[in-house]
């Protein structure tokens, strides 16, 4: 049974050979890309479950991967980056242009095949662990849809976005600290990347507060985590 499929896009030849070796090595089916307009293509044609998308890729693999979340039919996928840059704003680039992880190059295989476990991973949710559907002013979040709807407007929550609004949501008006938050939807061997925390929050806010600049709903406990305020 397959692990999963992933499409590996890199306009190099050599990466996209070793790669495929590698993932298919451990259980995954692999399909190439040399380009972002040809890895749409194929994303629209077949179920792949995770990108793997070099973030200097000609054209651009954040233009890449922002069309991507673009794109109803595909939008679902899960991207990891994998970038040459370190640098934080580099890196919060990244997950601003939707993706669910990054990886510096260069890296080892049991590296990447951790944060693709770790990027395919679906947390599902218990019975009665929260709401199915909250009202906060105008917006409405169905979470059985994974949609927020207002403001004449229907937005779609990645996998990702949905489980950390879920889980904020089943536990409502208390601290949640960066580690619990990060371990809940990435997993157990993360907890030290706040910046994944900070743009999934903001990208959260400009979904769900009337003002995100001004968050009336998911609030920000300084130096501690993030806190979401369920009205009575």
């Known amino acids: 049974m397959s692990a999963g499929r992933i499409l590996v896009v890199d306009d190099d030849p050599q990466i996209r050979r070793v790669m495929r070796a590698a993932l298919t ?24 479950d995770l990108v793997l998308l ?24 899960a991207v990891i980056m994998l970038t040459v840059r370190s640098s934080e704003k580099d890196k ?27 990027a395919l991973r679906r947390v599902p949710l218990s019975p009665g662990s929260g709401p199915e559907r909250i009202r906060l002013g105008d917006v409405e ?3 059985a849809g994974r949609l927020v709807t207002g403001r004449g407007r229907t937005l779609h929550l990645t996998p990702k976005e949905f489980e950390l609004l879920s889980y904020f949501v089943s536990r409502p008006n208390r601290t949640l600290t960066h580690r619990e938050l990060l371990q809940f939807v990435w997993g157990p061997d993360y907890g030290e990347e706040i910046e994944y925390l900070r743009v999934f929050v903001n990208r959260l806010r400009k979904k769900i507060e009337p003002d995100p600049a001004k968050p009336r709903y998911l609030l920000t406990d300084a130096w501690a985590g993030y806190r979401f305020h369920l009205p009575e």
Request: proline content about 4%.
């Open 141 to 143: 979040i169905d979470f």
């Open 25 to 48: 090595a451990n259980g995954y089916e692999v399909g190439d890309a040399r380009s972002g307009d040809e890895a749409l293509e194929q994303l629209r044609d077949g179920a792949f």
């Open 92 to 118: 919060i680039d990244a997950l601003d242009a939707g993706a669910d992880d990054y990886v510096t190059k260069p890296f080892s295989m049991p590296e990447l095949l951790a944060r693709i476990r770790a």
């Open 54 to 77: 070099d973030i200097n890729l000609p054209g651009g693999g954040l233009e890449t991967c922002l069309l991507i979340r673009g794109q109803r039919a595909v939008r679902d996928v």
